[in-house]
């Protein structure tokens, strides 16, 4: 997956809508594919009122277009709000929006 999608994802997940962070959640428990994730499954469909079938359709088309589909969103619908931290020195995106320190080239700023 792309760094722009890794970090929109973790640092701006509360700009999912609703169904979406179903399914991202759905998605994790997934991928961790062992008996404690089916039961949570099972819990988390019954207990949040999941419609399965639903969340399941968005993620019909793949983990990594419903991943780039709810970046592309969230940036589109979002952009005021979102802060993509950028190394002066490299360009490329730091971890989070606040880090003062270049994951890439080590470039640091504080």
Not at 1 to 22: F, G, P, R
Not at 23 to 37: C, D, P, Q
Not at 58 to 84: M, N, P, W, Y
Not at 90 to 104: E, F, G, H
């Amino acid at each position: 997956m792309d760094d722009l999608t890794i970090y929109v994802i973790k640092n701006y997940s509360n700009l999912m809508t609703s169904d979406e962070h179903k399914a991202y959640t759905l998605l994790l428990l997934e991928e961790k594919n062992s008996s404690v994730s089916r039961v949570a499954i099972e819990r988390f469909t019954n207990e949040w009122g999941v419609d399965g079938a639903f969340v399941k359709s968005l993620l019909e088309r793949g983990h990594r277009e419903f991943l780039t589909s709810i970046r592309d969103r969230i940036l589109k619908d979002s952009a005021d709000r979102v802060v993509l931290n950028r190394c002066a020195k490299c360009s490329s995106l730091t971890r989070t929006p606040l880090a003062k320190q270049c994951l890439s080239c080590g470039h640091d700023w504080h």
